[in-house]
């Protein structure tokens, strides 16, 4: 059966930095074809990938991961009935979102009543671990327990209203959560497989962790007393990194609620989504000493494959590690290996016929050429073609 499935593969390099730190603090590395390479795992990439669609999305198509769940549905629940006061909306939203996903979220009374005892104002209650929620099915929630706010306990027990409760957190997902899938472990049955798969961030050559010595002085220090009034190091590295994501477009679409095998007709939701995705994924960066490093790079060159049966990552290519003895750097070499490898790939396993794009910087990509057979002017043209292409096709499968 035909699929619609999206590789991303991007070269990007990135100066001394730490963006990824282990429990050291050092840069987290990993073994690959025998020497150590700089890694970002796939966990740090998808955060930024997610933060950079507050700029790229409506607010009403993302979700937020909180274990404040109860104080999230509580706004909006003082929003739509301003008359229920700040612990009553606390008490109907933990219990609504308990009936909704099972996750177990701590009592009210007895958090109020603590918090009486200690002389301290009440905080908010919260679940037993991270729940995702869209922005529509915490406006749904809330809604409801506006609905039961008189007797909440008596109105969650009614089999009908707790299966809309469990309907409500079951529909209506965000992109971040189509995308990105979502684990309740109270409620599997509310679950939702990712829709993309992100690897970790390796660099295509060997890498040397260094350690930065510094100091800091005490601008209120007499000039009698010299000396550092602090003295500390930090580890970095330099790489130039191979990035790879897929995306299953069709497990988008039925995340999303616009699954093609039903014959939904709409797709531009799934086309939003996509592009989202693939901008936010090029042009992101983990934050991680940011402010140290200073560390804001963009891709040298992104290439997107559309592909029909499975994801195919090109990280083979990288198995030898580039060298940059010749002094020309790593990018051109990465680039003449990932074109090389490519080729072959497509070649031997007969895939070379999938529509591919490429956008690229400069002349050290230039090996990249012929790997995008439809080379866009700029990322915003790359986006707005596969864009176009993946609503194209899920029109026609329709």
């Known amino acids: 059966m035909s699929r619609t499935i ?5 070269l990007q390099t990135v100066p001394p930095s730490n963006l990824n ?35 790229l999305l409506d607010p009403q198509e993302l979700g937020t991961r909180t274990k404040r769940v109860a104080e999230f549905v509580a706004k909006r629940i003082v929003e739509l009935d301003p008359g229920i006061e700040r612990t009553q909306a606390w008490d109907l939203a933990a219990q609504t979102v308990q009936a909704a996903t099972g996750a177990k979220v701590e009592a009210v009374e007895r958090k109020v009543k603590a918090a009486k005892k200690a002389g301290e104002p009440a905080p908010a ?6 729940m995702f929620l869209s922005a529509r099915q915490r406006d749904g929630l ?6 039961g706010r008189d007797d909440i306990k008596a109105f969650l027990k009614d089999k009908e209203n707790k299966a809309r409760a469990k ?19 109270d409620g599997a049955d509310i679950n939702v497989d990712a829709a993309t798969q992100v690897a970790h961030a390796i660099s295509v050559h060997e890498v040397d962790s260094e350690s930065d010595y510094y100091t800091a002085v005490d601008d209120a220090n007499p000039e009698e007393e010299t000396g550092a009034g ?77 592909r029909d049966a499975r994801p195919i990552s090109y990280v ?36 070379g016929d999938a529509p591919a794009w490429a956008v690229r910087v400069g002349e050290r990509t230039a090996p990249l050429a012929d790997l995008g057979a439809q080379e866009a ?22």
């Open 6 to 10: 999206i590789d991303l593969h991007v």
């Open 21 to 55: 730190r282990d429990d050291t603090g050092s840069p987290k590395t990993a073994v690959y074809g025998g020497v150590r390479r700089a890694r970002v795992s796939s966990q740090a990439w998808k955060r930024a990938t997610r933060e950079s669609f507050q700029d």
């Open 125 to 130: 209650p919260e679940s037993g671990y991270l």
């Open 142 to 147: 809330a809604a409801l327990a506006v609905e």
């Open 167 to 185: 309907s409500i957190a079951d529909t209506g997902h965000s992109v971040d959560i189509a995308l990105f899938g979502r684990m309740v472990a």
């Open 230 to 306: 602090m003295i500390g190091t930090i580890d970095f590295n330099s790489a130039t990194l191979y990035r790879y994501a897929a995306v299953d477009v069709d497990r988008l679409a039925e995340n999303l609620g616009q699954g093609i095998k039903e014959g939904a007709g709409d797709t531009e939701p799934v086309r939003r989504a996509v592009e989202a995705f693939v901008s936010g994924f090029a042009t992101s960066m983990p934050s991680g000493k940011v402010n140290t490093f200073g560390n804001h790079t963009l891709p040298d060159a992104v290439v997107v494959t559309l």
């Open 316 to 351: 083979g290519a990288f198995e030898k590690p580039v060298d940059s003895d010749t002094g020309e750097g790593f990018v051109e070499g990465a680039c003449r290996a990932l074109a090389a490898y490519a080729a072959e790939v497509e070649r031997v396993y007969g895939a």
């Open 377 to 398: 002017a700029s990322l915003k043209d790359l986006v707005a073609e596969v864009g176009a292409a993946v609503s194209q096709r899920l029109g026609r499968d329709a």
